[in-house]
Each structure stands twice: as C-alpha cells, then as structure tokens.
Antibody, heavy 118, light 107 residues
C-alpha cells in the first residue's frame, strides 16, 4: 500500500525551530518529486516546498530563507526544517508525492500539526 | 505571483449537476487538477490534466478547461460529495498554485 506518514509536529514558541519528517512506503520514493503543503485551521491549502528527484528545491516567498526541504532516499524519508517560526506558520502540514514536475499530487499523508505560540 | 480564483461556495440539490470554476490568467494553456477534501481528511485528487479521472474516482466527476477557466463538474451529485474542492495548476513563478477552495453544499 502506498503510504506517507508525517511526524514531528509540536507546539513551538515564535522564533523557534522544528523539523518535520515524512516516511514513505509502498512505492519507489527516489523516483518521485515530493512536496509539503500546509493548511491553517479553516483556511485553504498553501504549497510550502518541493524537492525534485535530483535534489532541486523550490519555495514560495512566504517561507523562502526560513524553511529547508530535504530528502533521504536511502531511508525513504522527506524532511522539512523550519526556522524562525511565526504564528502564521501554524497549520497542519501534509507531505505529498508527484510523479514529476507539473504532475498532480496524487498521494497525501494525514498531516502533522504545527502550532507556533508563546 | 500566479493566482487561481474559485467561488467560495456552491450549492446543489441531490441528483443535480454541480459546477465549480477556477480562473487564472492563461489557465487554458496549463494543465489544471482538482482535489476533494472532506472535513478532517487529507485532500484527494479527483481530476488531473484538466479532465482525467484517477482510478477509483466515480464517473460523475469530470473536468474541462477553456480560455482562462477550468471547471469541475459533478453530475448526479450525492450527499457524499459535500466537501471542499481545490483547483491547482503550475506556473513558472511558483511550481504549485492552489485556488482558494470552494465549499460544495448538497441540500
């Protein structure tokens, strides 16, 4: 069964850091682009970052310079290092896979919750 | 930055056809896809490449695109189709762009 399982969500103070993980199984992880998408409570989906099979990375302006996406193909794992966290980063964070660039996000995890608050 | 615009809400009676639009500059020249998200659940891909249904998605879900607008159509809408729907496309400035989402109410 194709599966993505996120972990690492927590309550963190503003300015703090957090590292999210996503464990992939049931498919050849190294051959897929991987994404992080977040959703604040009651709000829409917001794309956070992507990493290609060659390790190329992409970010929207809202997180560029603060978030770093990485992958470890040997362990079928995706990561999101989040620094300088703000209240606006509070959300459920999903990891998702895409066959390639310009392909849809066809499998999503259940998400992990990040709360930034003092 | 590239933007996709969806109506905040759409209402439909059971058994009728629901249409949800997604507008963006030059959207017809890009592929669009659609996700369904029910409360407390992760998004599920229901349409990709404008009009293709992934396996397991009911035939009542269809998609089309023309000009600057992509449309998700649900024929014979059922109560179980009540959910939030998001369109998504790709742009050179931002690899992944989501629309703001449309809440479909079946009443």
């Amino acid at each position: 069964e194709v599966q993505l399982v996120e972990s690492g969500g927590a309550l963190v103070q503003p300015g703090g850091s957090l590292r999210l993980s996503c464990a992939a199984s049931g498919f050849t992880f190294s051959t897929y682009d991987m994404h992080w998408v977040r959703q604040a409570t009651g709000k829409g989906l917001e794309w956070v970052s992507a990493i290609g099979t060659s390790g190329d990375t992409y970010y929207p302006g809202s997180v560029k310079g603060r978030f770093t996406i990485s992958r470890e193909n040997a362990n079928n794992s995706l990561y999101l290092q989040m620094n300088s966290l703000r209240a606006g980063d509070t959300a459920v964070y999903y990891c998702a896979r895409a066959y390639s660039s310009s392909w849809p996000l066809d499998v999503w995890g259940k998400g992990t919750t990040v709360t930034v608050s003092s | 930055s590239y933007e996709l615009t969806q109506p905040p809400s759409v209402s439909v009676s059971p058994g009728q056809t629901a249409s949800i639009t997604c507008s963006g500059d030059g959207l017809g020249e890009k592929y669009a896809c659609w996700y369904q998200q029910k409360p407390g659940q992760s998004p599920v891909l229901v349409i990709h490449q404008d009009s293709r249904r992934p396996s397991g998605i009911p035939e009542r879900f269809s998609g089309s695109s023309s000009g600057n607008t992509a449309t998700l159509t649900i024929s014979g809408t059922q109560a179980m189709d009540e959910a939030d729907y998001y369109c998504q496309a790709w742009d050179s400035s931002t690899p992944v762009v989501f629309g703001g989402g449309t809440k479909l109410t079946v009443l």
